[in-house]
């Protein structure tokens, strides 16, 4: 495992939740099989697998260059992140030349940077700075999530040894030795027992539960936003009424989208990261049950696996709607450059949950099968 160093001066707020991603992204819009669009993948595979849910256990939400909302010059708008945001995580894989640049920039602040790259894929330069390296492999990238897990505790609550840049700009003296990282034994005598994993997931399911309330009631704001703004809509759809009469709707719907979509998104992130962890537990759980004799499952395995049933339909049904609410969203975005803020959120909300539905189709089928 990599030790991981954090930059930074002083010690941070534990109120700490701006974290901008500096990344190669790519162009999800160009040809099959080109660099650009193989890149986009590739780096869409990282932020989903491992900074998104890492982020969210934290109740972090982290943003990418290409999911800012605001209106202005990117360039600038990236720039502000890099210098202001209270942590920075980076994607070195590849060397990209812009990341490079970014990242050079953030080093010369003394704020807390987190590395993060593939194996085998990080410049020279920048290999020599502790990172954390993973495989592009499923216990690879679980590994590099929790290991950025802990680096953002870090980057929440303790100290920070800033890097050479902003020890020379600083006039500070050199760095301390880091002490090594000791792991815990696996064979420990105190490990949960399975009603101990039971008693877990339900604390789990119950926050999980929580998260899911409060992403229905914004999609239910978002369409009530939709619905209040129908009249509206019904006049300037009466023939002989101008295109440019379209452009006050769309300004007006826009801006009353924006806060559930942005709640929205921050729901998502939250329920990811909540899925992401009691997804070890639930697994472990039906290894456990899985090793019993079919006649012992009786009783409290059994409720088990089917409340683990009925969280998945109920979780699939919200991803439904949630889903329904984004194509149509893509839809109206096309319409107004007004509409694309929450447009991007909204989509972007799908994205995250879209990414953990395949736990939670995995929980139904293994719980079926042990039934």
Known sequence: M????????????????????????????????????????????????????????????????????DTGEIAEQICRHVLQDDIVIADLTGGNANVAYELGIRHLTGKPVIHIGEHGQLPFNLSLIRTIKFKRSRSGLVRARRDLE??????????????????????????????????????????????????????????MGETTEAITGFMTAIGEVVLQIGPVMERVSQPGTPMSAWLPAM????????????????????????????????????DVIAAMPPEQRAGSPTGFLKQMVSTAESTQEVVGVLGEVEV???????????????????????????????????????????I
């Open 2 to 69: 990599s030790i991981v160093t954090v930059a930074g001066a002083e010690p941070e707020e534990a109120s700490m939740t701006t974290c901008f991603v500096v990344a190669p992204i790519g162009n999800e819009h160009a040809p099959d099989g080109s660099p650009e669009l193989r890149a986009f993948e590739e780096n869409l595979e990282i932020y989903e697998n491992v900074i998104l849910p890492a982020c969210a256990k934290h109740g972090i939400v982290p943003v990418r260059a290409d999911g800012i909302a």
């Open 150 to 207: 802990s680096a953002l505790e870090g980057a929440l609550h303790n100290g920070f040894e800033p890097l050479t840049p902003a020890r020379i700009l600083f006039g500070l003296p050199p760095a301390l030795a880091l002490p090594a990282v000791v792991e815990a034994e696996r064979d420990d005598p105190e490990a949960p027992g399975l009603f101990d994993r039971f008693a877990r997931v339900e604390e789990q399911m119950e926050a």
């Open 251 to 286: 300004t007006e719907l826009g801006a009353a989208l924006a806060e559930p979509a942005s709640g929205l998104r921050e729901a998502c992130t939250r329920f990811t990261g909540q899925m992401v962890e009691m997804d070890a537990a639930v697994q472990t759980a039906f």
């Open 328 to 370: 149509g969203m893509r839809w109206m975005a096309k319409m107004s450059r007004a509409l694309r803020p929450p447009g991007r959120d909204i989509s972007a909300a799908v994205k995250q949950v879209s990414g953990v539905m395949t736990r939670i189709a995995d929980w139904e089928r293994r719980a079926r099968a042990l």
